[in-house]
């Protein structure tokens, strides 16, 4: 199964977690691309697509993906199924805890995208978020800053799902 895995990062942590998810996906194919430096038409390319993106500056998009974020505009989702993934601080940043990705997910759902790898909201604890719809995260949530060692079991779970959902 061949998967895109386009991630944006400033820190780190979702660089890591991009390569953890590789690490536990062996039977996919899963090409990984830095939104810094690639296109997002790259895109285009994919009908399985997993995205990456810490939020920033309380409640915005990392900077790599805020630059590129027009870009989405131009590409047809429809016929794909995407997943996504977040790095953030539930407890600085508890009004909006991973805003970033409630804010790719809506936008690529506008273009034709299929959600998959939805995640539940059990053991976090945050005031408000972008990613929560209908009582759960749109995607793998991930918070480093306060919950480090609950970050592997959380990708290796999350990796089972989506290997499934993406079938
Ligand atoms: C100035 C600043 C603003 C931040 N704003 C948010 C925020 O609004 N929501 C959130 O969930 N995390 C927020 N964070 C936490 C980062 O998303 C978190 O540290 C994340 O792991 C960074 O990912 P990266 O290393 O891939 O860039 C913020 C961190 C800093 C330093």
């Not at 990062?9 to 194919?29: F, G, K, R, W, Y």
């Not at 790599?64 to 995407?82: A, M, P, Y």
């Not at 005031?127 to 592997?152: C, H, M, R, W, Y």
Request: proline share 2%.
């Amino acid at each position: 199964m061949k998967i895109g895995l386009f991630y944006g990062t400033t820190s780190a942590a979702t660089q890591e977690v991009a390569s953890l998810i590789q690490d536990n996906m062996p039977d996919c194919e899963i090409e990984i691309f830095d939104v810094y430096e690639e296109d997002l038409g790259k895109m285009s390319e994919f009908d399985r697509i997993i995205v990456g993106c810490p939020t920033w500056d309380i409640g915005l998009l990392q900077e790599d993906w805020r630059s590129k974020f027009g870009d989405l505009d131009s590409i047809d989702f429809s016929g794909k199924k995407i997943a996504y993934f977040g790095c953030g601080d539930q407890s600085i940043y508890s009004s909006s805890f991973l805003d970033a990705l409630g804010i790719l997910e809506e936008k690529i759902s506008e273009k034709g995208g299929t959600t998959i790898g939805h995640w539940s909201t059990e053991g976090y604890g945050y005031d408000f978020s972008k990613a929560e719809k209908e009582g759960q995260f749109v995607g793998l949530a991930i918070d480093n800053d306060n919950q480090p060692e609950l970050t592997e079991e959380r990708v290796v779970a999350w990796c089972e799902k989506i290997s499934e959902e993406f079938k």
